[in-house]
C-alpha cells in the first residue's frame, strides 16, 4: 500500500498518471512545488496503485490541518513542523491526574490490530507505541476512535513513527497482562486529537536486502544467565505451556515454562494481536527458539515477556524427527550449528524429563478423565454466550453412551450429510467462557489437539443408561486450551489416514432389544408402605375378580409366564414426550429404534444425489424411465422409473414408481398422485435401494422401513416378478420379500414403574400400530389423530395414565390413595391389559 490511500482524494490534484518507480522524483503538475518525492512501500505493492493516487507533498499539505497528517523529514526537521506549543513527554512520566494539554507522546510502532466496529458502530484501532528512552516499561497502549480510525489504520504500519497529542489518558485494565504502561492513551477527532506519523522510506526489497547481505550471527544465552532488564536470544525445551487464548484485553497470550541443560525454569509470558505470531507449540517437550525476549525479575525469578521484534521457531523434541522449524514468518534465519543445538536439546530432554506419550483415543476414554485429544473439526454452533459446542472425531468410537448438545438442526454449521454419516462416530464437546472466540474462529474439517478435556457422568435421575459429556472448562489451568494443527503435522498426516480407512458401516448399527429387557430394580422401595397400597379404593373391577392381589416383591421372584393381578402405585413413565412412543420393531431380531425423523431422510437423499443418473439402466422391458434436469442454481438431475403391466402403464393410483434425485418435499407430492414411489439410485449394473436409515417405500402418508440387521438386499429387477402378475397389488410385505427386506414395524411403547412397598417393577405398554391413513414419523401426533380410531384409543389411553400419575402426585403427600393395574408376564416385556 502507499502511504497515499486512493480513498482520500477530496479536493487533491492528479499528480501522475503512470506507476513510478520507488523513490521517484516527479515534478508536481498541481504547481504547488517544484519537484515531490514519491513514496510507495514495497514494489509489489506499487504495481497495484493507480492513477488516482497522490503525491506525498500534495497530500501532506491538504492534510495540515487535519487529525492524520503524514511527515517527512527534511535537514533533520519534521517537514511540516509541529505545532510549537506542543512539548515532549516521555514514557515514564506520563501519570494519570497530571496535565497533559500541550504535550505529545512519540514512539515507534511495534504492533497494530485490525480496524473493527465497536458495538455503536464506532471505528475502533488500536496500536502499540514503544519508547526506547525507557529501560523497564517501554510501550503503551494507543486507542483511537472514530474517523481517525480509519484514517490511521490506512496509512500505520509496523515500524513507522507515531506522534500524538491532545490524548486523554486512562487506567489501561491489560497492564498486568501485557506488561505495558499502566495507562493507555485515547484519541479521536472529537476530542481534539492529532496524529502525526513518519514512514521510514526503503529503498531495497526484503527479498534483495536477504540477497545482499550476511545472515547475522546470533548469540544464545543459557537460561542460567538470564538477567533483569536485558533482551536475549535463547533456545529452550517446553516444560508446560498454555495453548494461545484471548486475553482480557485484545492481545492473544500464551503462557510457556523452558527448560535447558542448565535445568533452570524460566516461565515466559507472550503476547501479540496475531494469532499466528505467537509460537506454535503443540505439545510438552517441542523445542523453541526466541529471538529478542525481554528478561524481567519478579517475586526473585527471571521471567520472559514479548518485546519489539519478538520472533520465534518451533521444533519437534522428538529424537529423531526432521529439524524442520514451525513459524508464520517468511524470513528467518536458521544456521547450521542451530540444527546441532536442536539434537543436543532433544537428546537431554529424552534423558531428563517426563514427557507425556500420545493423545488419547475416544475409544480409551472413561468418565472423571483428563486428556487430550487429537481429532478433526466436523460441526460447531453457539449454545449460549458463554459456551460454544464442537462436534468432533478421531474414527475411533467412544464405549460409552454420549451426551449430544440439544441444538436446532439449523444452527449447527458444518456439512450435513457427513454430520450424518459420522453421526454414530462424533462427540460433543463444549467448550467455555475464554476459548469461545477462539473455537468460534475454528474452520470446520480443520484437525485440532484439544488439551485438558474434562469427561463426566452425566446425571442419571431421568435416564436409563448413564452418559459420557465431554467439557472444556473455562480458564487456562493445567493447559487447558484449543490448538490447531497443519496438515503437514505428523500427527495429523497419521490421523488422517487412519480415518480414510475407517468403515463406518460398522458404527451404524442399531440399538439391541435388550434396552427394553426388564431392569434389575433389586432394591427395595422405602418411601412406600406396603398397607397404604392395599387400602381399598372406590375403583370397581368390572373383570378378573377371580384372581388376588399380589404384591411386587412376589412378581419380581417367579418365572414368567404368570398371570398376576396388582395393586402398586405409579412412580413413573416413560417417555414423557407422547410422540416418543412410537417405536420401529423388528420382529426376527426382536430390536427396537427410534422413528428417523425427517431431517435424516433429507440427508440421506441428498448423499444419494451425488451419484448421477445412469443412462444405461433407462427403459426397460418393465419400466418407461424418464429423466430432466432441474432449473435452480444445484441442476439436479432427477429420474423417474414407471413400472409397466403387460408393457402397458397403469393409472396412476395403481402405479408403483421409482425416483433418482428427488427431495423429500418432491417424493411426498408424487405419493398423493400414485400408489407406491420406491427411492433408488444407479449403480453400474442395476439399480438399487438407498441406505435403509431411509425408508424403502412411501405409499401414503406411510414410510415404510427395513431392519439392517435382517435385510439382505436384492436388485431392484426382482420387482419384475410383482410387475407381471396379472393384478399386481404392490403390498408392502410383498415388496419387501422380493427385495429382501425385512420390515420393521411401528410399535406404541411406554414404561411404567410401579411400586407398592415390597418392591419396584418396570412394566412395558406394548402394541403394533395400525399405520394406514397415519404419518407415523410425523412429530406433531395431534395433527393426526382423527384419520385413525385405535390411534386416538391409544392417545386417551396415554392421557388417562398422565392424569392418574399427576393425581397419585398430587395426593401423596396426603397419604390417600392408589389404582389397580392388571398385566401379564411374558418373557420379554409386560402387557397391561387395561386399567380400573
Known amino acids: ?38 513514496w510507495f512501500w514495497t514494489p509489489e505493492e506499487a504495481d497495484t496503485i493507480n492513477a488516482t493516487d497522490r503525491c506525498f507533498t500534495c497530500w501532506s499539505q491538504h492534510k495540515a490541518t487535519m487529525p492524520v497528517q503524514l511527515l517527512k523529514i527534511i535537514k533533520g526537521k519534521y517537514e511540516p513542523p509541529l505545532p510549537s506549543h506542543l512539548q515532549r513527554e516521555d514514557l515514564k512520566h506520563l501519570h494519570a491526574g497530571l496535565d497533559h494539554t500541550n504535550k505529545y507522546f512519540q514512539g515507534v510502532v511495534i504492533l497494530s490490530y485490525p480496524l473493527t466496529k465497536l458495538g455503536d458502530g464506532t471505528d475502533f484501532f488500536k496500536i502499540v507505541l514503544q519508547d526506547n528512552s525507557c529501560a523497564r516499561i517501554d510501550s503503551i497502549n494507543i486507542l483511537i476512535y472514530g474517523k481517525m480510525a480509519d484514517d490511521c489504520a490506512k496509512v500505520i504500519r509496523n515500524g513507522d513513527t507515531c506522534i500524538v497529542a491532545g ?11 501485557d506488561g505495558r504502561h499502566g495507562c493507555h492513551l485515547e484519541v479521536s477527532e472529537e476530542a481534539g486529537s492529532a496524529i502525526y506519523i513518519y514512514a521510514q522510506p526503503s529503498t531495497t526489497t526484503a527479498s534483495e536486502t536477504a540477497s545482499a547481505s550476511v545472515a547475522p550471527k546470533y548469540v544464545y544465552t543459557p537460561l542460567d544467565h538470564l538477567k533483569d532488564g536485558t533482551i536475549v536470544n535463547l533456545y529452550g525445551i517446553v516444560k508446560f505451556f498454555k495453548p494461545p487464548y484471548v486475553s482480557k484485553g485484545t492481545d492473544y497470550c500464551s503462557v510457556v515454562t523452558l527448560v535447558d541443560q542448565s535445568n533452570v525454569k524460566l516461565t515466559c509470558t507472550l503476547f501479540n494481536g496475531n494469532l499466528d505470531s505467537l509460537p506454535k507449540i503443540y505439545k510438552i517437550g517441542d523445542i523453541v527458539r526466541f529471538h529478542r525476549i525481554k528478561i524481567r525479575e519478579y517475586n526473585g525469578q527471571m521471567q520472559g515477556i514479548t518485546s519489539a521484534g519478538f520472533a520465534s521457531l518451533t521444533f519437534d523434541g522428538t529424537v529423531g524427527a526432521p529439524v524442520v522449524p514451525r513459524t508464520s514468518s517468511k524470513v528467518y534465519t536458521f544456521m547450521d550449528e542451530e540444527e546441532k543445538t536442536v539434537e543436543e536439546l532433544r537428546i537431554w530432554a529424552a534423558s531428563n524429563l517426563s514427557i507425556s506419550g500420545p493423545a488419547a483415543k475416544l475409544s480409551g476414554v472413561r468418565p472423571m478423565l483428563f486428556f487430550d485429544l487429537t481429532c478433526q473439526l466436523v460441526g460447531k454452533a453457539q449454545v449460549d454466550g458463554s459456551s460454544f ?50 473455537a468460534k474462529s475454528l474452520k470446520i474439517g480443520s484437525f485440532l489437539r484439544i488439551y485438558s478435556i474434562h469427561t463426566k457422568q452425566a446425571s442419571a435421575e431421568n435416564e436409563d443408561v448413564s452418559h459420557v459429556e465431554f467439557h472444556l472448562h473455562g480458564g487456562t ?25 475407517v468403515e463406518l458401516a460398522d458404527s451404524q448399527s442399531m440399538d439391541s432389544m435388550s434396552s427394553l429387557e426388564l431392569d434389575s430394580t433389586s432394591n427395595n422401595i422405602a418411601d412406600l408402605e406396603s398397607q397404604r397400597c392395599q387400602q381399598l379404593s372406590v375403583t370397581v373391577l368390572t373383570d378378573h375378580q377371580d384372581l388376588s392381589n399380589t404384591v411386587l416383591k412376589t412378581i419380581r421372584n417367579s418365572r414368567a409366564p404368570q398371570q398376576y393381578r396388582i395393586r402398586a402405585k405409579l412412580r413413573t413413565f416413560k417417555p414423557q414426550k407422547l410422540y416418543q412412543s412410537i417405536k420401529l420393531h423388528c420382529s426376527k431380531c426382536n430390536s427396537l429404534q427410534e422413528v428417523p425423523d425427517g431431517d435424516t431422510f433429507d440427508l440421506i437423499l441428498q448423499g444419494s444425489a451425488v451419484t448421477p443418473p445412469n443412462p444405461e439402466l433407462h427403459s426397460t422391458s418393465w ?33 408403483l414408481l421409482m425416483i433418482e434425485g428427488g427431495t423429500s418435499k418432491e417424493i411426498w407430492k408424487l405419493t ?39 435385510s439382505t438386499p436384492k436388485p431392484i429387477k426382482n420387482l419384475s416378478s410383482l410387475a407381471a402378475e396379472p393384478r399386481p397389488s404392490w403390498e408392502p410385505t410383498e415388496i419387501a420379500q422380493v427385495l429382501g427386506i425385512e420390515p420393521l414395524q411401528y410399535v406404541f411403547i411406554m414404561k411404567f414403574t410401579l ?48 392424569m392418574l400419575y399427576s393425581n397419585v402426585l398430587l395426593v401423596e403427600s ?4 392408589i389404582f389397580f393395574f392388571f398385566f401379564w408376564i411374558g418373557d420379554c416385556i409386560i402387557k397391561p391389559m387395561f386399567l380400573s
Open 167 to 177: 490524548f486523554k489518558l486512562a487506567k489501561s485494565p491489560t497492564a498486568r497482562e
Open 389 to 438: 459446542l464442537l462436534k468432533v472425531w478421531d474414527g475411533t468410537k467412544c464405549p460409552y453412551p454420549t451426551w449430544r448438545v440439544p441444538i436446532e438442526a439449523r444452527d449447527l454449521e458444518g456439512e450435513k450429510v457427513l454430520l450424518h454419516r459420522l453421526r454414530n462416530l462424533t462427540v460433543d464437546i463444549l467448550v467455555y467462557d475464554n476459548h469461545v472466540q477462539l
Open 755 to 802: 411400586v407398592d412397598g415390597t418392591g419396584a417393577l418396570n412394566a412395558y405398554l406394548f402394541d403394533y400400530m395400525t399405520c394406514h391413513g397415519w404419518n407415523a414419523s410425523s412429530s406433531p401426533i395431534t395433527s393426526q389423530m382423527g384419520r385413525n380410531s385405535k390411534f386416538i384409543t391409544k392417545f386417551l389411553t396415554l392421557r388417562l395414565l398422565k
Open 477 to 501: 489451568c493445567y493447559g487447558r486450551g484449543i490448538g490447531v494443527l497443519p496438515e503437514s503435522h505428523p500427527d495429523v498426516k497419521e490421523l488422517k489416514t487412519f480415518l480414510e480407512s
Open 814 to 817: 396426603n397419604s390417600v390413595r
Open 1 to 38: 500500500m502507499s502511504l497515499i490511500s486512493g480513498g482520500m482524494e477530496a479536493g487533491l490534484h492528479d499528480c501522475f498518471d503512470y506507476i513510478l518507480p520507488l523513490g521517484t522524483v516527479i515534478p508536481c503538475v498541481a504547481g504547488a512545488f517544484q519537484e515531490h518525492q514519491v
Open 623 to 655: 419400466y418407461e424411465s424418464v429423466m430432466w434436469t432441474t432449473q435452480d442454481q444445484k441442476q439436479r438431475k432427477i429420474t423417474i422409473h414407471f413400472v409397466k403391466h403387460d408393457e402397458m402403464l397403469l393409472y396412476p393410483e395403481d402405479t
Open 672 to 710: 398423493r398422485r400414485f400408489k407406491c414411489v420406491i427411492p433408488v439410485r444407479s449403480t453400474k449394473n442395476d439399480l438399487e435401494l438407498l441406505d435403509l436409515s431411509a425408508p424403502f417405500l412411501l405409499q401414503g402418508k406411510v414410510k415404510y422401513y427395513g431392519c439392517k440387521q435382517c
